[in-house]
């Protein structure tokens, strides 16, 4: 199973590649009008990258796996919530729950995933 993840070595360009695409998703539930696909486009690309973060955690036996999963779960709920959202949502509301989700993306990106990248990259030279 291994081989057939992608292999790095200096940086996680796949990891690094899609958290830009689902910052830009986010970005776009600011746009005006607003697109009501965009919680679902949004979803399916975050559980796209969730699965793939938790295949490696798993292939390679990451001792943080569960605090993440956890990080990944409460995230999914709030995806889950915003799919309800009225499409008459009013710019200030694609506002918010645009800046919350980049909030939460940014200090998960820059936190908990740092440390998987770090542990993949190390599993990987070794
Ligand atoms: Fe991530
Ligand atoms: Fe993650």
Do not use: C
Not at 33 to 44: A, S, V
Not at 56 to 74: C, F, K, Q, V
């Amino acid at each position: 199973m291994d081989d057939e993840l992608p292999l790095q070595t200096s940086a996680l360009i796949w990891q690094n590649t899609q958290h830009q695409t689902l910052f830009k998703l986010i970005e776009q539930i600011k746009e005006v009008p607003f697109d009501p696909d965009i919680f679902l486009q949004l979803r399916l690309y975050t559980e796209h990258h969730f699965l793939l973060e938790e295949t490696y955690m798993r292939e390679l036996g990451y001792p943080g796996i569960d605090d993440h999963i956890s990080a990944h779960n409460r995230f999914r709920e709030e995806m889950r919530a915003m799919l309800d959202t009225d499409p008459s949502i009013s710019p200030a509301l694609q506002n918010s729950l645009s800046d919350f989700l980049y909030k939460w993306l940014k200090l998960h990106v820059l936190g908990i995933d740092k440390q998987l990248e770090d542990f993949i990259l190390q599993s990987k030279s070794k």
